[in-house]
């Protein structure tokens, strides 16, 4: 499918009333657990997109189901593949650094990429891909109910906004997701490879840390 088949997807699915996945009575932090529970084992041997034939382990989410704050990244890479979990080595590694500089860990948050499963070479995740895993992230953003995103990456911003915006954009506009607060910022492991983006990205963290802090 056409990234401008994509783009038209993800405006039908933001224009069937996602937002009111908020709305329902509160759901307890227990009946979180066995929903995400439910869907990890559901689509855990999903074959919906080619990246299934290189998978070795399902990179679902993980973090605290009741979370205020859901973090969405792009894709899992060599090391999320091996063991299941999002944003490990460098990238995670560095990822923790920046949470704890906000006074966060990740196991107060949620923590989801666009798809679940490796791209070949960590290349981009493929409009077919996105289309094939996003019904499962948005099921996750359903049960957990964050009251804040923290969106790292271009690529994820893109793909959830249905923009095909530059990241300064997202940054500086800061567009609701679903009617809820976001933040766009730089993806960890682009901030490995350009050191000139940790001042911008750090500005980020501290606004997202006021809103955060605020709910």
């Known amino acids: 499918m056409s990234k401008r088949a994509l783009l038209q997807y993800l405006e039908l699915i933001q224009e069937s009333g996602i937002d009111h996945v908020f709305t329902p009575a509160p759901v307890s932090a227990e009946d979180k657990i066995k929903q995400l529970a439910a869907l990890r084992e559901e689509n855990l041997n999903c074959t919906k997109c080619p990246l299934a034939e290189g998978r070795i382990e399902l990179v679902f989410g993980s973090g605290n189901p009741d979370a205020k704050a859901m973090l969405i990244g792009e894709?899992?890479?060599?090391?999320?593949?091996?063991?299941?979990?999002?944003?490990?080595?460098?990238?995670?590694?560095?990822?923790?650094?920046?949470?704890?500089?906000?006074?966060l860990t990740r196991d107060e948050i949620?923590?989801?990429?666009?798809?679940?499963?490796?791209?070949?070479e960590n290349r981009n995740p493929a409009p077919e891909e996105k289309i094939a895993c996003l019904p499962i992230l948005l099921e996750q953003i359903k049960i957990i109910r964050p009251k804040i995103f923290l969106i790292m990456g271009?690529?994820?911003?893109?793909?959830?906004?249905?923009?095909n915006e530059n990241l300064g954009w997202f940054r500086t506009n800061r567009p609701d997701l679903m009617g809820t607060p976001t933040y766009v910022t730089y993806h960890p492991a682009a901030l490995i490879r350009n050191q000139n983006w940790k001042r911008p990205a750090w500005e980020d963290l501290q606004e997202f840390q006021k809103t955060y802090e605020s709910l």
């Open 110 to 120: 949620y923590i989801a990429n666009i798809v679940k499963c490796r791209p070949p």
């Open 75 to 103: 894709a899992p890479g060599d090391n999320e593949n091996k063991t299941g979990l999002p944003f490990v080595g460098a990238a995670g590694q560095l990822l923790d650094k920046m949470l704890a500089a906000i006074n």
């Open 154 to 163: 271009l690529v994820a911003a893109q793909t959830l906004f249905a923009k």
